[in-house]
């Protein structure tokens, strides 16, 4: 007896000796928003210049991802992937691609320049690229006169 874990969910009729209900579990489900939400990939780096993020979106057309910078310094990455058409004939014997809407945030640094964002995409990879403030500029300094 084993317990199979398919595409992080847990299946308690994996094991279970009846075919009435290996054909329910062997049959298509849906993803949820929340399996693809989980399953967004996203690598943040930061060189001397910029803040780089690199988002995995296979199959994703830019029309359909969103890139936004919200007050308090929030990037946030969002979209939706459309779902395959199905046919009536279709007999599916697996799905692993996941579809439907995704969304992540970041909080962003202070050096981060918020108002130069540049994103682009290119083979399924969704690049963002933010440039950051000069680390040498030092704070401006103003005088203050005492009176008295």
């Known amino acids: 007896m ?4 398919r595409s992080n969910i847990f299946d308690p009729f994996s094991w279970f000796p009846f075919d009435s209900f290996r054909s329910l579990r ?8 929340a399996s693809a939400f989980a399953n967004t990939s996203i690598d943040w780096k930061e060189t001397p210049e910029a803040h780089i993020f690199k988002a995995d979106l296979p199959g994703a057309k830019k029309e359909e991802v969103k890139v936004e910078v919200e007050e308090g310094r929030v990037l ?3 979209g939706e992937r459309s779902k395959e058409e199905e046919e009536k004939n279709d007999k599916w014997h697996r799905v692993e ?3 439907g809407k995704f969304l992540r945030r970041f909080r962003l640094p202070e050096n981060a320049k918020v108002d130069q964002v540049k994103a682009s995409m290119e083979n399924g990879v969704l ?3 933010m440039p950051k403030e000069d680390a040498k500029k030092k704070p401006e300094m103003k005088s203050i006169e005492i009176s008295g």
């Not at 084993?2 to 874990?5: A, D, F, L, P, Q």
Request: hydrophobic letters at 30%; a neutral charge.
């Open 2 to 5: 084993s317990i199979v874990r």
């Open 127 to 129: 690049t963002v690229t």
């Open 97 to 99: 691609r996941s579809s």
């Open 26 to 33: 062997d049959a298509p489900q849906p993803v949820s928003d």
């Open 76 to 78: 946030q990455i969002s």
